[in-house]
């Protein structure tokens, strides 16, 4: 038996076949590109490596190429019985995540890390703030992140992955001080990945240093391949800074060449929230955008997010449609209130009705409703800022400019100190 990088044992005797999928492994770990590429020259020297089918069906789940995804499941479905106890959980805990059995997928990591705790592919589903914990709907997601990835300390150590996701966990419940010396630690370790680039744009973020972030950025993202999975969400990272400093011909730049559907590579859910949650920034801050904008994104939210049922995809959605002008689109969210986090985007969906129509305190009371839970609807604190800004533009509309000021006082002091709010 052989040993995969972190010390499992694996179903293959070939060690071509191990060497292509740690790297398939390693790439998938930071969004780097040739996640896909790896996985399948894994496969060409094992085609009985049923962990490669996985990984290959992990990376094409991301992608939304579902009928890939059941081809390279049920594969490694067929191959389970003669695996050991610990690929046999692996693939159990993953099929789940792939069927889109969220609640019992979360069971099943918990379940199999308990015994091992070394399975980073496994272990991986339930950290970020798109994971199994962040996206479950559930109150105080935030500390459970936070204790799940601490836990694992004593079986990864200084493991560049472990430091990095450690490191969002600790930002977003302010610790900030911490995730900086851990995700300086994973950039050392390994440079070229985007999941420990983009936590640091999140640190740069939440400590205001947003010159310093935009340029670290800006200079780490011209290196990085748009075939990344995560170049989509890094260029809305970029166009979101050139936003705040007012240079709007670059905003637009990247919008377009790199984040809006067109053009993007990304993975559907970043495609649809970025576009929607920048141009919406956008607005916000008092530029103006097309309805045609709104019209694409809206369409593309339809498309690609037919069934409500996912709350931060759902939250987006009803921006766009609310801006768009499709009413019967919005009402579909606001009735159907589905999903672990549907009671929230039925109040907020209902919000960026209120809005649309001009009826600015119904609007902000319909936000406040929400603002002491929105974590529930996953995603980080920067993307939330959407909320919380929302409500003050709500407020500002309505004459109350104060109590505006007095809310992200508490909420985002960085929306007053970067007038990131129209008419504050």
Request: charged share 25%; net charge negative; aromatic share 8%.
């Amino acid at each position: 038996m052989l040993d995969d990088a972190y010390g499992n044992s694996v179903g293959t005797s070939s060690p071509d076949a191990l060497t292509a999928y740690d790297l398939g492994v390693q790439r998938f770990l930071g969004a780097e590109p040739g996640v896909t590429e790896a996985f399948e020259v894994a496969i060409d020297f094992d085609e009985g490596f049923a962990l490669a089918h996985i990984g290959l069906a992990r990376e094409m789940q991301m992608r939304a190429r579902p009928e890939q995804v059941k081809a390279s499941l049920a594969r490694a479905r067929t191959l389970a019985p003669g695996l050991s106890a610990r690929e046999r959980s692996h693939i159990n805990a993953a099929g789940l995540l792939l069927e889109g059995k969220s609640a019992a997928a979360r069971s099943a990591v918990y379940e199999h890390v308990q015994e091992w705790p070394a399975d980073v592919m496994i272990a991986q589903m339930c950290t970020s703030v798109f994971g199994l914990i962040g996206f479950s709907g559930l109150p105080g997601r935030e500390a459970e992140q936070l204790a799940f990835i601490s836990r694992l300390a004593p079986h990864y150590g200084d493991n560049w992955w472990y430091r990095a996701q450690l490191a969002f966990a600790q930002l977003e419940v302010g610790q900030l001080a911490d995730a900086e010396t851990n995700v300086e630690a994973a950039l050392v370790a390994n440079p070229n990945s985007a999941h420990s680039a983009h936590i640091r744009a999140h640190l740069y973020y939440e400590e205001q240093e947003d010159e310093e972030g935009f340029r670290y950025l800006s200079d780490w993202w011209k290196r990085y391949d748009p075939a990344g999975a995560l170049y989509n969400h890094v260029s809305w990272h970029v166009g979101l800074w050139s936003l705040e400093t007012g240079d709007l011909d670059r905003m637009w730049e990247v919008l377009d060449g790199a984040i809006a559907p067109e053009h993007s590579q990304g993975p559907p859910l970043n495609v649809m929230t970025d576009t929607a949650a920048l141009l919406f920034r956008a607005e916000l801050a008092g530029v103006t955008v097309p309805i045609e904008r709104w019209k694409k994104i809206s369409a593309y939210a339809l498309a690609r997010f037919p069934k409500p049922g996912l709350g931060f995809a759902d939250l987006h959605a009803a921006i766009a449609h609310a801006r768009s002008g499709n009413r019967d689109a919005l009402d579909v969210i606001i009735d159907s209130g589905a999903g672990p986090a549907g009671d929230l985007t039925r109040v907020l969906a209902t919000a960026y009705r209120e809005m649309e129509d001009g009826n600015w305190a119904k609007a902000a009371t319909k936000f406040c409703e929400v603002m002491h839970d929105h974590a529930r609807l996953g995603g980080s604190n920067a993307q939330r800022d959407l909320i919380d800004f929302s409500l003050a533009a709500c407020l500002v509309r309505d004459g109350r400019r104060q109590e505006a000021r007095t809310v992200l006082s508490i909420t985002r002091p960085r929306a007053l100190a970067k007038e990131l709010v129209a008419g504050l």
